[in-house]
């Protein structure tokens, strides 16, 4: 786009090494998850590169944002953003067996995941290990439930509340009569 003498858009620079730092990453991390080397990573945060807009884009992918969110002003942002209960877009699934509808703004589900979730009675919900340092919170609603971590289960009833190591094999069964509901958050390091 342009030759390395040019500087950066200095919100550009400022962005991506907050971001960085946000989230934990090392130089070396991000472009292992962005695909950008490390060294144009340095210099686009020194602002002494001016990045392609595949570039970019790789880079606003690596946070789970889009290029406008990488390269507009914060306070350019809405203040509210809505998650449209109506918008079928939300619907991670649903059939008879299983409901699970995200909650929370696309670009916040690189940090924090909120879904609503509902299992017919006998269903359940089994995961891999995510992320290390993942953890879930399970709030149920309605119905009864069973929680299992790595070798930890507990049951839990109307109104009760689980955190667990989502960084282990884990599961979340419907062990009531009738369909659970359920809120679950998932936070990341």
């Not at 020194?46 to 570039?55: D, E, F, H, M």
């Not at 399970?138 to 989502?166: F, I, M, N, P, Q």
Request: aromatic share 4%; proline share 3%.
């Amino acid at each position: 786009m342009s030759s390395k003498n040019e500087q950066t858009e200095p919100i550009l620079c400022q962005r991506v090494a907050k971001l960085r730092k946000q989230h934990g990453l090392t130089l070396d991390q991000l472009a292992n998850t962005s695909g950008v080397s490390r060294s144009m990573l340095s210099q686009i945060e020194r602002g002494q590169a001016n990045p392609t807009l595949a570039v970019t884009f790789r880079i606003a992918q690596a946070f789970g944002i889009t290029i406008g969110k990488l390269v507009d002003q914060p306070w350019a942002a809405p203040s509210i953003e809505v998650v449209h209960g109506g918008d079928a877009n939300n619907l991670f699934r649903s059939d008879d067996k299983c409901t699970i509808r995200t909650l929370s703004p696309l670009q916040l589900e690189r940090s924090v995941e909120f879904y609503e979730i509902a299992l017919a009675p006998g269903e359940s919900l089994q995961s891999a290990a995510h992320f290390e340092g993942t953890r879930e919170l399970l709030t149920v609603t309605k119905g009864e439930a069973e929680v299992e971590s790595g070798e930890t289960c507990r049951h839990l009833h109307e109104k009760d509340t689980a955190s667990y190591r989502a960084d282990l094999n884990h599961c979340i069964r419907n062990v009531g009569k009738e369909r659970l509901v359920c809120y679950l958050v998932v936070t990341s390091r």
